[in-house]
């Protein structure tokens, strides 16, 4: 069984930066990837940003430049480092895993998911 914990978020200004973290527990794939979606109330959850077992790379064109996916495979553990934040971003961030995929931001591709930590972002 493959649990994801997030953690990091918290609130900042605008223009404030925050890292989530997600810890994997449990045994995904040699052949993975993962994922940070977020949502927003009242919205539909949506891809930000994605890697795969080869390290490489997908973003949202609303992310792009600002945001930095990547991962630390001997501590098991997923980061998002978002930089430049806009109230726009704020959501519930969730990590996600799935076997065998490019750096998919499809979340219907996604088998595990995490609880959530919320990003709040204040003009």
């Known amino acids: 069984q493959v649990q994801l914990v997030e ?3 918290g609130s900042v200004q ?3 930066s925050l890292r989530l973290s ?16 977020r949502q927003a109330p009242g919205k539909e959850r949506e891809g930000v940003a994605g890697i795969d077992s080869d390290g490489r790379t997908s973003y949202a ?24 934040l806009k109230p726009e971003d704020t959501a519930m961030y969730y990590c996600a895993a799935a076997y065998g995929l490019g750096p998919s931001l499809n979340q219907y591709e996604y088998k595990y998911w995490g609880q959530g930590t ?6």
Request: hydrophobic share 35%; proline share 0%.
């Open 7 to 9: 953690s990091g978020g």
């Open 22 to 37: 997600c810890a994997v527990f449990g045994y995904i794939s040699s052949s993975y990837c993962m994922g940070w979606f």
């Open 61 to 84: 064109d609303s992310v792009k430049g600002r945001v930095t996916i990547s991962q630390h495979n001997a501590k098991n553990t997923l980061y998002l480092q978002m930089n430049s």
């Open 118 to 123: 919320q990003v709040t972002v204040s003009s």
């Open 14 to 16: 605008a223009g404030g």
